[in-house]
């Protein structure tokens, strides 16, 4: 029942919207939104944001005051009515358009989206989507720990575009050579407590501390240091 | 009855696949962190054209990436993950930053795919990634609120150009010459990105022997 309401909403008010016609597009995104609030109400949250509002408030405001003839008189002088109205079937719009795309999306991504991932061989991107997530604060702490490891070793102002270079140099290193299966099939570079440590430098034989600039021929290894 | 081992070529492409996603997983972590930690710290500090500076970011990494493992797809995985990374952030409103990076992974992929180790794909990934996070806002306005919304912006850079006492042809004229400026950020940081992968990828090729005789 509540499938069908949803659908028989939806195609109206995109019938409505592509019709372009006040008349039938009010009622159909009033009719739209009462169905969200009755079986849908997470849907909402997407438009409950004042910023959304403030803008399309400004929007409204500005097609008033820019397009069209303004007013003369009374009230609506400086406002032109073409102009505001053009603004709010832009909001009206903009309100379809954002609800319809979230419960779309929340829909699909359950079970169509992963079974067509998963049928084109991408099913390791959610399992590395995993392991990214658990991978990230030990990344900021590298990324952190890098660029102050070198900033502290060029400590003037002139050497920043050295520092630069070293500390982006020594990301990718690590980004890369790290990036190695381990046993269990997954990625050493992105296991937290890897990445957090030299370890990892140390078995790929990249001494942590080398330099782009320092080019390959004085670049030390660590296994040989 | 025999067992029979792993044929070689069969191993080599399930090891290969391995890499591929290892590599996807790193650079994602890695761009994710650049978004979350120095995005949202200068986000929060109100500095202006950050989206330009995450965008140069963006696509110098997945030009030094693309330099190491030419691989098609492997941008725009490394992008999906990074976009969601990005809904990690302690700054809130991230709808708009996860678009702009699905997008530069998507330019990325789509320039990268042609010739992944040319110095001008490289400048190209970069200008288009900047180009896409200065129009991104315009565009997703036009998406939201329709045709209309750019007779608008017109309407209001001519009452600006009156009011600043310069022609219309003056003030799209600062504004394509400002855009112009920072696509060239976009493609330098990019090219950057190119001689820094290349650099990366020259250094490998030397660990990479010594480990297999150790």
């Given amino acids: 029942m509540s499938r069908a309401v949803t659908w028989i909403a939806i195609l109206s008010l995109l019938g409505a919207m592509l019709l372009e016609s006040w008349v039938l597009a009010a009622p159909g995104l009033v009719f739209w939104l009462a169905v969200l609030y009755r079986w849908h109400r997470p849907i909402l949250r997407r438009i409950y944001r004042p910023r959304l509002w403030l803008v399309s408030g400004l929007i409204a405001l500005a097609s008033g005051m820019f397009l069209g003839e303004p007013g003369t008189q009374g009230l609506w002088m400086g406002l032109s009515t073409s102009g505001l109205v053009a603004g709010l079937w832009m909001v009206m719009r903009c309100i379809a358009l954002l609800t319809l795309a979230s419960y779309l999306s929340s829909t699909l991504a359950r079970g169509p989206l992963v079974a067509w991932l998963s049928r084109r061989g991408l099913s390791g991107l959610a399992e590395h989507v995993q392991v990214a997530v658990e991978a990230l604060p030990a990344m900021q702490d590298r990324l952190v720990e890098t660029w102050s490891r070198h900033r502290v070793a060029h400590k003037r102002f002139r050497d920043l575009p050295r520092v630069i270079d070293n500390a982006y140099y020594a990301l990718l290193l690590q980004a890369t050579a790290g990036a190695r299966p381990s046993q269990a099939g997954l990625v050493v570079a992105v296991d937290g407590e890897s990445l957090a440590d030299s370890r990892l430098a140390v078995a790929v034989n990249i001494d942590p501390d080398e330099s782009v600039s320092g080019g390959q021929t004085s670049a030390r290894l660590a296994g040989k240091s | ?214």
Avoid: N
């Fill in chain 2, 1 to 214: 009855m025999v067992e029979r081992a792993a044929s070689p070529p069969r191993a080599l492409a399930a090891g290969a696949s391995s890499r591929y996603w290892s590599l996807v997983a790193s650079f994602g972590t890695l761009w994710g962190a650049f978004e979350v930690t120095l995005g949202s710290f200068l986000h929060a500090l109100r500095i202006p054209l950050v989206g330009v500076l995450l965008a140069s970011i963006g696509a110098s990494l997945l030009v030094a990436q693309r330099q190491i493992c030419p691989r098609f797809g492997i941008s725009l995985a490394t992008a999906v993950i990074a976009a969601l990374l990005k809904g990690f952030s302690p700054a809130g409103a991230i709808v708009g930053p996860m678009v702009a990076i699905l997008m530069s992974g998507l330019l990325a992929e789509l320039v990268l795919t042609i010739r992944p180790h040319t110095w001008f794909t490289a400048w190209l990934s970069g200008l288009l990634a900047v180009a896409w996070s200065i129009f991104q806002p315009l565009l997703t306005h036009t998406i939201l609120y329709g045709v209309q919304v750019l007779s608008l912006y017109q309407q209001i850079l001519i009452r600006l150009s009156r009011s600043l006492g310069i022609s219309t042809t003056a003030g799209l004229t600062s504004i394509g010459l400002f855009v112009g400026v920072c696509c060239l950020v976009g493609g330098l940081a990019s090219s950057y990105g190119w001689w820094m992968g290349q650099r990366v990828k020259e250094r490998l090729a030397v660990v990479a022997p010594q480990e297999d005789g150790s």
